[in-house]
């Protein structure tokens, strides 16, 4: 009898076949329609669980340097000591706490000048505390007064910079720049988009990014804007998304082309920005008025807020720039643009900057990182 006619063997060979079968996978259970609704809002709630963590585990670290910070000042104007002291506490500190870092003799001296900076521990919890350790070492190196202090810091945790952003923002001295362009938003514009749009303003606007060669080829300025268009982007501020470049706007069967156009997410409203290479004229107010009104008319949607102004210029007079603005009813502001920081600051601030050459090293190390 062959093996494939023995009952036995057939019966063997189809157990061990049995046997080597994995058991099947129970089916999943039917879920009800929401329940993706109710993934999605728990994911949510851990995520936002998670973040209030990281800020709450920062504040606490924050104001625990503070306090050590304070410790440290309070003994030392009482007794007076050199640094040794802070070499020895920052010793036996690591020893007691092996597992702790940040309690180097470097750390402990940005403590005591992190409670010198912040006196009041009412700010500390209130800005200070939002804000994470190496921000603070970057607001003590770079900003001897507090009320640049205090304002870098609200502005680096209500936008959200990283390190790199905030000290490049003190590199450029934004808080002389911002929200000073000439504009005629106050008549018309409501009251809290006339705030929002003259904060979102610079005056001069710098470009020290682009690093064009002829600074009266207007085109030769946009292509290097484009072609660093995070940098432009960090510059003009929080809220503009980039739309187009040269945008096409037919207008009475003659094609025109406005130079940059953005939206702001906060405004509702499209941007339209006209570079000039030249000092700024009237009539250039006639064009940039033209293009905000096509603008309105072709892209805009009914929702849409109208559309602001922004004309940058290489200089201007302040005296005409706010005369030619009392003519129009279309919200417009008027700025200068520049390519170093020195060119935008009057002459008693410059010889506390660092020079061009320090910036554009220290911009280019960064770029290469």
């Given at each position: 009898?062959?093996?494939?006619?023995?009952?036995?063997?057939?019966?063997?060979?189809?157990?061990?076949?049995?046997?080597?079968?994995?058991?099947?996978?129970?089916?999943?259970?039917?879920?009800?329609?929401?329940?993706?609704?109710?993934?999605?809002?728990?994911?949510?709630?851990?995520?936002?669980?998670?973040?209030?963590?990281?800020?709450?585990?920062?504040?606490?670290?924050?104001?625990?340097?503070?306090?050590?910070?304070?410790?440290?000042?309070?003994?030392?104007?009482?007794?007076?000591?050199?640094?040794?002291?802070?070499?020895?506490?920052?010793?036996?500190?690591?020893?007691?706490?092996?597992?702790?870092?940040?309690?180097?003799?470097?750390?402990?001296?940005?403590?005591?000048?992190?409670?010198?900076?912040?006196?009041?521990?009412?700010?500390?919890?209130?800005?200070?505390?939002?804000?994470?350790?190496?921000?603070?070492?970057?607001?003590?190196?770079?900003?001897?007064?507090?009320?640049?202090?205090?304002?870098?810091?609200?502005?680096?945790?209500?936008?959200?910079?990283?390190?790199?952003?905030?000290?490049?923002?003190?590199?450029?001295?934004?808080?002389?720049?911002?929200?000073?362009?000439?504009?005629?938003?106050?008549?018309?514009?409501?009251?809290?988009?006339?705030?929002?749009?003259?904060?979102?303003?610079?005056?001069?606007?710098?470009?020290?990014?682009?690093?064009?060669?002829?600074?009266?080829?207007?085109?030769?300025?946009?292509?290097?804007?484009?072609?660093?268009?995070?940098?432009?982007?960090?510059?003009?501020?929080?809220?503009?998304?980039?739309?187009?470049?040269?945008?096409?706007?037919?207008?009475?069967?003659?094609?025109?082309?406005?130079?940059?156009?953005?939206?702001?997410?906060?405004?509702?409203?499209?941007?339209?920005?006209?570079?000039?290479?030249?000092?700024?004229?009237?009539?250039?107010?006639?064009?940039?008025?033209?293009?905000?009104?096509?603008?309105?008319?072709?892209?805009?949607?009914?929702?849409?807020?109208p559309s602001i102004g922004l004309l940058l210029c290489r200089t201007k007079n302040n005296v005409v720039a706010e005369y030619a603005l009392r003519g129009s009813k279309m919200p417009i502001g008027i700025a200068e643009w520049a390519t170093t920081v020195t060119t935008a600051l009057t002459e008693?601030?410059?010889?506390?900057?660092?020079?061009?050459?320090?910036?554009?090293?220290?911009?280019?190390?960064?770029?290469?990182?």
């Amino acid at each position: 009898m062959t093996a494939e006619s023995d009952p036995a063997a057939r019966i063997s060979r189809g157990r061990s076949h049995e046997e080597a079968q994995f058991p099947a996978v129970a089916a999943a259970p039917s879920l009800p329609e929401w329940y993706p609704d109710l993934l999605a809002a728990v994911s949510d709630h851990v995520t936002a669980g998670r973040r209030r963590a990281v800020a709450a585990m920062n504040a606490g670290m924050v104001a625990t340097y503070w306090a050590i910070g304070r410790a440290i000042l309070n003994r030392q104007d009482q007794q007076g000591w050199g640094a040794k002291v802070i070499d020895r506490l920052s010793t036996d500190l690591r020893e007691r706490f092996p597992d702790a870092r940040g309690y180097s003799p470097r750390n402990l001296k940005y403590m005591r000048a992190f409670a010198a900076a912040w006196p009041e521990e009412a700010i500390v919890q209130r800005t200070a505390a939002l804000l994470p350790w190496r921000q603070h070492q970057v607001l003590l190196d770079k900003l001897p007064d507090a009320t640049s202090r205090l304002w870098y810091a609200d502005e680096a945790v209500r936008q959200g910079w990283s390190r790199d952003v905030l000290a490049q923002q003190i590199a450029g001295r934004l808080h002389e720049r911002s929200g000073r362009a000439i504009s005629n938003f106050a008549v018309t514009l409501s009251p809290a988009d006339s705030d929002m749009a003259q904060e979102a303003t610079r005056d001069p606007y710098l470009f020290d990014f682009v690093g064009i060669a002829d600074s009266r080829r207007e085109r030769d300025l946009e292509a290097g804007l484009i072609e660093h268009m995070e940098k432009f982007l960090l510059e003009l501020g929080q809220g503009f998304a980039f739309v187009g470049r040269q945008v096409h706007l037919e207008i009475g069967d003659q094609d025109f082309y406005a130079d940059l156009l953005f939206y702001h997410l906060r405004l509702r409203a499209f941007v339209v920005i006209e570079l000039k290479a030249t000092d700024f004229e009237p009539g250039y107010l006639g064009q940039l008025g033209m293009y905000m009104a096509a603008v309105d008319d072709l892209l805009a949607h009914v929702d849409d807020k109208p559309s602001i102004g922004l004309l940058l210029c290489r200089t201007k007079n302040n005296v005409v720039a706010e005369y030619a603005l009392r003519g129009s009813k279309m919200p417009i502001g008027i700025a200068e643009w520049a390519t170093t920081v020195t060119t935008a600051l009057t002459e008693e601030l410059t010889s506390s900057l660092p020079s061009i050459e320090d910036i554009e090293a220290e911009l280019s190390s960064k770029h290469d990182v």
